[in-house]
């Protein structure tokens, strides 16, 4: 019984005698080639609304994605574990899997409406689409509370930034 994998790569000789006055030997060479090695590197996490595009590397005969797909790289866009098989030199074949997590993006968006006042105003607490940011800017404090009279007349960037792989930041003028 000849096993591929525990002889390993090369050109082997396997040879069967026959004993006795009228043996005989015969022998034949057997070719073993190497996989192909696929790397599809580690685990990604992307965020919501980019892509990762995959890549099994150029030179191979045959491209088989899962879920599917034939080409050389393959574009992800959701939260699954992606494979690929390859075929290389005298069809021998190689594969690799990943997992990709997708993880919704932030939104910083200012949905405070009045960006005019005067310096006597009252102070305002400014709003976002999405709390975990932090404000920044002149006149405003750290919870997003915005004095005019700290501020001082002129025009000022409100920033508010929420921080993370998938973080935001949107920024306003205030007068």
Sequence with gaps: LFTPQDAGVGVHTITYT?????????????????????NLGEDQTICQGDELI????????????????????????????????VTGENNCTGSDNIFVSVIESADASITTVNLTYCNTDSPVLFSSL???????GNGISAIGLFDPSIAGAGTHTITYTIAGNCGDEKSVQVT
């Excluded at 022998?27 to 090695?37: G, K």
């Excluded at 005969?61 to 574990?81: K, L």
């Design 130 to 136: 999405q709390a975990g940011g932090v404000w920044s």
């Design 18 to 38: 026959i004993s006795g006055e009228c043996g005989d030997s015969k022998s034949v060479q057997v070719s073993v080639f190497a996989n192909p090695v696929v």
């Design 54 to 85: 995959l890549d099994a590397g150029a030179g191979y005969s045959n491209y088989a994605w899962s879920p599917s797909g034939s080409q050389q790289t393959f574009t992800v866009t959701e939260t699954g574990i992606y494979a690929v098989t």
